[in-house]
């Protein structure tokens, strides 16, 4: 079955960096888009970037020079590279992909970023 385990969440300060990691397993990878999407206290959950099979990647507005998606195709391993952090980038985020009509998500990871 298709499985996404997201980690390297935690506790930043603004400024701060951090990279978030996305083990997937239950599907071919290789062919797969896959996304980052982030939900806030109170707000609805909302994309921050996808990575084609291809390669091409898009963005949200929010996190456009902030944020890099990437992928490891060997290690079934999608990417979310996080820098300059600012306290609105306080979410839980998700890894997601989208497969046959279904979306998959993972269990999500904290990232916080507070002085």
């Known amino acids: 079955q298709v499985q996404l385990v997201e980690s390297g969440g935690g506790l930043v300060q603004p400024g701060g960096s951090l990279r978030l990691s996305c083990a997937a397993s239950?599907?071919?990878?290789?062919?797969?888009?896959m996304g980052w999407y982030r939900q806030a206290p109170g707000k609805q959950r909302e994309l921050v970037a996808f990575?084609?099979?291809?390669?091409?990647?898009n963005y949200a507005d929010s996190v456009k020079g902030r944020f890099t998606i990437s992928r490891d195709n060997a290690k079934n391993t999608v990417y979310l590279q996080m820098n300059s952090l600012k306290p609105e980038d306080t979410a839980v985020y998700y890894c997601?992909?989208?497969?046959?009509?279904?979306?998959?998500w993972g269990k999500g990871t904290l990232v916080t970023v507070s002085s």
């Open positions: 239950g599907f071919t990878f290789s062919i797969a888009r």
């Open positions: 990575i084609t099979s291809g390669g091409s990647t």
């Open positions: 997601n992909t989208y497969l046959g009509g279904i979306h998959y």
